[in-house]
């Protein structure tokens, strides 16, 4: 299996090269060449397995560079040596017709650790493999999840190093914490003044600087842990197929019955892997993509305009306050039948118009795969209320949002195809934002020190790697301009 650049088809890589790379030199983000189909067949011999065989199976279609036992290797170290529970990514049932897939049981407590326990071990195997002799410079910028989840899997991982840039007000007090008590030798955590699409668009632009030969003399290459990184996306597919199977395998649905799926989003990379499992042939039907008040992407699903030029707005579910998200590209070059000029000429218009517009066949396309909405900040609160009271499970800000979406879309369409709440982020990474929304009156000081409110208001222990922050030593103090991104990144490696 060969990766293509969605701006440059003659920019060909194997996908450890793709991974290794993680962004092509033009800009553009790498998919595979074509998608393989599983049949019934297929889906009845992973219905009898657990997560990991499931993994094993879907990465080695894609991966088709690695060694088998290699793959098995990094699945091993990924998600069964202690960082996940044995169900992994397990599937609740919260109500008729919907059921709630937590990915959030990993070591950070959220979702990005599904990819990010594994992404370290695909990159470490490739350079191996390649004979690479560079050390490999992770860039990541972080809307909240990733960098916590890109640190810890990358922590003292040979031959590497991380550097986590993230907007200095622009995520959680409990996020900013995970992040600036990391420890590690190889970690470095700077935070950015501006939001979080200025710290993505200055990562983006020293990808596209003129830094490649200071760098490759000084024996450092760059890649990114980012979702515009293949390898961060194609473990995301795993976790579709292994929901709807479990689904089965619990008796909520028949065999290849057709199942909905609400993903709360902002850089588009989590339902885009929902997108790809449907191609592979899961029965998947209408993907929701739910949005916070920074809602461009149910803008642009519903008049095919993208316009970044608004007001940016920071919110209790700020993992998803992005205005520019990434990944959609990667979906553009699909619907637009991988033209790579038209690709490239949108990317363009964003970049120096801030909007672009699709129409005709592909915002029909478009429509006929995604529905879109968004919940602003007093639908978010009483979407966890209503929910706790109802169901007594408790719903993260992220997840709440979704949630309000796939009740908008039942009540707006009558569609109760059976479907499943992609639920993003532990509630307890959020605490003080969560007991306001459950009509606690207590102090709340900060978030970390109303972790055991929240637990005893809902009955739901603390997680264990979240007990301990509060007393953790700050590692990380630094704070850079965007415009002092490029030079951050030489002071720390010296040059």
Not at 50 to 79: G, P, V
Not at 258 to 280: C, D, E, H, S, W
Request: a negative charge; proline letters at 4%; aromatic letters at 10%.
């Amino acid at each position: 299996m060969l990766y293509e650049s969605t701006r440059d088809k003659n920019s060909r890589l194997t996908s450890m090269d793709a991974i290794k790379q993680g962004i092509s030199k033009e800009g553009g983000l790498f998919v595979p060449e074509a998608f393989p189909r599983l049949g019934t067949e297929d889906l009845s011999d992973l219905a009898a397995g657990d997560y990991t065989m499931r993994a094993r199976h879907i990465l080695k279609l894609f991966l088709s560079d690695y060694k088998e036992e290699d793959i098995d290797r990094c699945i091993e170290a990924a998600y069964v040596n202690g960082a996940f529970p044995p169900g992994v990514a397990p599937v609740v049932s919260l109500c008729p017709g919907l059921d709630v897939l937590e990915l959030w049981h990993g070591p950070t407590c959220a979702f990005k650790d599904m990819a990010l326990q594994l992404l370290p071990h695909l990159m470490t195997t490739a350079i191996r493999a390649t004979g690479e002799q560079k050390e490999i410079v992770i860039l990541t910028a972080t809307s909240g999840d990733t960098g916590k989840a890109a640190l810890e899997g990358f922590r003292d991982v040979e031959g590497t190093r991380i550097i986590v840039f993230y907007p200095v007000h622009g995520v959680s007090s409990m996020q900013r914490l995970q992040m600036i008590t990391q420890k590690g030798r190889n970690t470095k955590v700077i935070a950015v003044e501006g939001n979080f699409d200025d710290a993505q668009s200055g990562v983006k632009s020293i990808f596209g600087s003129d830094l490649d030969d200071r760098l490759d003399k000084a024996g450092y290459r760059l890649s990114s842990a980012n979702s515009i990184n293949w390898g961060r996306l194609v473990p995301q597919i795993v976790y579709y197929f292994s929901a709807y199977l479990d689904l089965i395998n619990q008796g909520r649905i028949k065999k290849w019955q057709t199942v909905n799926v609400v993903v709360p989003t902002g850089n588009f990379g989590n339902i885009l892997a929902a997108y790809y499992a449907k191609r592979m042939g899961l029965p998947l039907g209408r993907l929701i993509c739910a949005s916070n008040r920074n809602n461009v992407l149910t803008d642009f699903i519903s008049t095919g305009v993208y316009d970044i030029n608004r007001i940016f707005y920071k919110t209790t579910s700020p993992s998803m306050d992005i205005l520019i998200s990434s990944n959609l590209e990667r979906l553009l070059y699909e619907l637009s039948e991988r033209d790579t000029d038209f690709v490239s000429g949108l990317m363009r218009e964003l970049k120096e118009r801030g909007r672009y517009k699709v129409d005709g066949q592909l915002l029909n396309r478009l429509n006929d795969l995604f529905w879109g909405s968004y919940a602003d900040e007093g639908q978010t609160r009483a979407t966890i209320k209503d929910t706790f009271e109802k169901y007594g499970y408790t719903l993260d800000p992220h997840t709440a949002v979704g949630k309000f979406v796939y009740d908008q879309y039942r009540l707006q369409t009558g569609d109760t195809t059976e479907t499943i709440l992609v639920s993003t982020a532990s509630p307890f990474k959020f605490p003080a934002e969560v007991l306001k929304a459950l009509g606690y009156e207590g102090d709340v000081p900060d978030e970390a020190a109303c972790l055991e409110d929240l637990s005893r208001v809902t009955g739901v222990p603390v997680p264990a790697p979240l007990e301990s922050l509060s007393h953790s030593e700050v590692l990380h103090k630094d704070v850079c301009s965007r415009e002092g991104m490029k030079q951050a990144l030489l002071s720390y490696l010296k040059l």
